[in-house]
């Protein structure tokens, strides 16, 4: 009896201690950043390597973990009742059951598992080594475990054979903003300037343009000294020239081509032709997305874009400025007309100009609105309600309220929105 306890009671410790190794190993491997560790291994960390490989097939790291976990822990379990039999006789199995738990819990489960989330990058690498081994070793049983729980998931209407991921990268990278902003790691600057990079993807020219309302435009039939004065009172370099119908843009009249003709001709405006400065207009269709958009802005080293529908329609234009305010947020200069249109309220209502992007609102006011199926808070609201409301009309939609305080024909030019209350 007492040979059996002097063997047995170290082999039981032992086992809780590998117990303990295959779980530290498991949550360390499981949280260690995957970016992190690349950027390393670029470095030359060669357990950075090591613990990227393995990560890489987390199904058959995971497989390999829990077969040496399960396998310890119940013969750990197995040789603990075995003492408690001998011991306390039938009793000694519920004794057995109640320490053994115990001490997996404590030493074999928490207490790894919390050092290793506290510490997961360098757990992770020092374990690599020994667990890569493991992993090599219990490979071809891994394998028969996996290829018994796929059909078993087969069989029960799950198919998992495709190698899919549930989330996309930018999603993931999305989330991983958003969680770190939450917990005080992130500012909401930065947290809105990394969230516009990953939507350029998402967004199209159409959500962001100057709608044709909005353009400052030029009649090519006026004389030269009043095309001057136009672009003297403009605040933009570049305005687009139209003939006939606003609709039908002829050229785009850039300010430093008519500065320069100006000096050419010893400050004489009369006889300036500028037609002969127009620049051909590049008409984009208002379906491109603005990652698309951004990259061709770039390759053709111009920075402004008529937009047009599928039907060659003017519908806006579209500039550099435009995309990279998406990202940084609005980039204003001295000669920028403000137009917010996004005046918060002391009772927590904010006054909305209609025309206010929905996108702009949320970043404004750090809410939540969605912006699937409209461009603006106006388009929202007449949206939802299926018609075009009537100044004093009030509806609630997504928990927001909004107030309708302006129309203008069958424009809804302002609103109250007021967000729902945090809760207490």
């Given at each position: ?13 032992l086992?809780?201690v590998?117990?303990?190794f ?19 291994a ?23 973990i829990?077969?040496?976990?399960n ?15 001998d ?20 030493f ?20 690599a ?9 219990l490979?071809?049983?891994v ?7 796929r059909?078993?998931?087969h069989y029960?209407?799950?198919d998992?054979?495709?190698n ?23 500012k909401?600057t ?33 004389g ?6 136009e672009?003297?009172k403009s ?15 002829i ?5 430093k ?33 603005l990652?698309e958009?951004?990259?061709a802005?770039?390759?053709?080293h ?9 039907y ?8 550099l ?8 947020g ?24 209609g ?11 750090d809410?939540h ?13 007449i ?39 945090p809760l207490?």
């Amino acid at each position: 009896m007492e040979l059996t306890l002097y063997t047995t009671i170290p082999t039981i410790l032992l086992l809780l201690v590998l117990s303990a190794f295959f779980s530290g190993s498991e949550t360390a491997l499981t949280a260690t950043s995957k970016a992190h560790m690349l950027q390393l291994a670029k470095e030359g960390e060669s357990r950075a390597i090591v613990v990227s490989d393995l990560i890489n097939n987390r199904e058959r790291l995971i497989g390999a973990i829990l077969l040496g976990n399960n396998l310890v822990n119940i013969l750990a379990s197995v040789l603990a009742t075995s003492i408690f039999l001998d011991l306390f006789g039938n009793a000694g199995v519920v004794y057995a059951t109640l320490v053994m738990t115990a001490l997996v819990l404590i030493f074999a489960e928490v207490l790894p598992k919390t050092y290793a989330i506290a510490a997961s990058d360098r757990l992770a690498m020092q374990v690599a080594p020994i667990v890569r081994i493991l992993v090599a070793i219990l490979a071809p049983i891994v394998a028969l475990v996996q290829w018994i729980v796929r059909k078993t998931l087969h069989y029960a209407g799950t198919d998992i054979s495709a190698n899919q991921a549930i989330l996309s990268p930018q999603q993931e990278i999305r989330g991983a903003i958003n969680l770190h902003h939450q917990e005080g790691g992130v500012k909401k600057t930065d947290r809105d300037m990394l969230g516009g990079i990953l939507d350029l993807e998402d967004l199209t020219i159409d959500e962001v343009m100057v709608h044709r309302k909005n353009m400052q435009m030029i009649d090519s039939a006026l004389g030269p000294r009043e095309v001057v004065d136009e672009v003297l009172k403009s605040p933009y370099t570049r305005i687009p020239l139209w003939s006939d119908t606003p609709e039908e843009i002829i050229g785009i009249l850039y300010a430093k081509d008519l500065l320069r003709a100006l000096i050419s001709n010893q400050g004489v405006i009369e006889t300036l032709d500028i037609k002969a400065l127009l620049s051909e207009p590049w008409f984009v269709p208002e379906t491109t997305t603005l990652r698309e958009q951004l990259s061709a802005f770039l390759k053709r080293h111009i920075h402004f874009a008529v937009v047009v529908d599928e039907y060659g329609a003017l519908q806006g234009l579209i500039t550099l400025e435009d995309i990279l305010e998406e990202i940084v947020g609005d980039i204003s200069d001295e000669y920028d007309i403000s137009v917010t249109g996004v005046r918060p309220q002391p009772n927590g209502s904010v006054y909305v100009d209609g025309d206010v992007t929905i996108r702009d609102l949320n970043r404004a006011m750090d809410w939540h609105l969605p912006d699937d199926e409209a461009n603006t808070v106006a388009g929202l609201v007449i949206h939802e309600a299926q018609t075009i409301p009537e100044p004093g009309q009030i509806f609630s939609y997504y928990e927001y309220r909004f107030e309708i305080l302006r129309r203008h024909r069958n424009q809804i030019t302002a609103l109250r929105v007021t967000p729902p209350r945090p809760l207490s």
